[in-house]
């Protein structure tokens, strides 16, 4: 895949940079200055796999970590879990990306967002022959941010803005503090070490993180549970579960329906992706009996503006299967830039 992929990879590379030097120019010489130092600190499998993919793609290596750590800043997304009418969860996702780093005023694009679009991917990930689960990413990207294990769990992550964030997160343990998990590696981890939802979701509202982050996941056994995770890089602020709520027009009702903020505050004013998703998804859906289908779930997610200038794919989950649907989006003018 790095062989076949290596342009993307360097073009994404390529506009990263350039976006972060704009932002602070000290900020790519500080993590690569650190870069040979940090990569001895994570885990060593991943770092041998970004090894793999830097000599495959003709990558440095420490860009392709670079890339990597950089996930961990500036998504901006929407996840929705729901009851389907065939009684099985639905789990979809928007993944927005690049959002404070760069808009492009003579082309009226995010450059970050129109450099990923063609590198978007669909992986399984194997163990003996055998599909362990599958998830939805890019290329040059070895983390899991969108995710599903058949019959078992699915997981969506949302950025999670906070004056203490990722920033911070990544500054300490470049200073030698590794107590915290990486969001991308966390992820790998946790398909691999729990086959539940009580696993994943105990794991999820414990382990200390690099960045804040809401953690969205569904159970694929029961297909009755879903919650919204809400972190600090310490521990859990608060949680929303599937059918808490008994006024069935909200989140948290027959379906929870998580951006990037908080969910017991009020949107911000120059970002309310909320409720027009939420007022979407009780048009469209069957809210008396708690009820949605997968295309209407999808049209929840092409509605502006949870669809919008930043949004590169929509990926809807089959938790039975383990599957997932990615599409690559684009949003037609007139549309919001995020």
């Excluded at 997304?77 to 969860?89: K, P, R, V």
């Excluded at 996702?93 to 450059?111: C, K």
């Excluded at 998580?258 to 069957?286: A, E």
Aim: aromatic share 12%; proline share 4%; hydrophobic share 40%.
């Amino acid at each position: 895949m790095g062989t076949d992929y290596g342009h993307h990879v360097k073009h994404i590379l390529a506009v990263v940079i350039d976006i972060v030097d704009k932002i602070d120019a000290d900020i790519v010489p500080f993590i690569l200055k650190h870069i040979t130092d940090l990569a001895k600190t994570l885990p060593q499998e991943y770092v041998l796999e970004m090894q793999g993919l830097a000599r495959a793609s003709r990558v440095d290596f420490g860009e392709i970590v670079l890339f990597n750590v950089f996930y961990e800043l500036f998504s901006a997304c929407t996840s929705i879990i729901a009851q389907g009418d065939d009684g099985d969860l639905i789990h979809a996702r928007n993944l927005d990306f690049g959002l404070f780093v760069g808009w492009d005023f003579q082309n009226m694009t995010w450059p970050l967002a129109e450099a990923l679009r063609p590198a978007v991917v669909n992986m399984e990930f194997q163990r003996a022959n055998a599909t362990v689960y599958t998830s939805a990413g890019f290329v040059g990207y070895i983390g899991v941010f969108t995710g599903v294990k058949p019959n078992a769990f699915s997981f969506s992550a949302n950025e999670r803005f906070s004056l203490d964030g990722g920033f911070v997160g990544i500054i300490e343990w470049i200073m030698g503090k590794h107590s915290a998990q990486w969001l991308g590696f966390y992820s790998r981890d946790i398909f691999d070490k729990c086959d539940d939802y009580a696993c994943a979701k105990k794991s999820m509202s414990e382990s200390e993180m690099v960045s804040p982050v809401y953690f969205i996941l569904a159970d694929g056994k029961s297909q009755k549970n879903g919650a919204i995770i809400t972190r600090s890089r310490e521990k859990t602020v608060g949680t929303v579960d599937l059918y808490q709520d008994k006024d069935m027009s909200k989140s948290g009702s027959w379906f929870v329906l998580q951006t990037n903020y908080d969910p017991w505050d009020k949107p911000p004013f120059y970002d309310n992706r909320r409720d027009p998703g939420i007022k979407c998804m009780n048009t469209l859906g069957n809210g008396n009996k708690g009820v949605i289908n997968r295309d209407a779930v999808f049209d929840v997610l092409s509605t502006k503006p949870n669809l919008n200038m930043l949004t590169v794919y929509t990926s809807v989950m089959n938790l039975s299967k383990g599957t997932i649907d990615t599409f690559i989006r684009y949003c037609p003018f007139p549309c919001s830039p995020w």
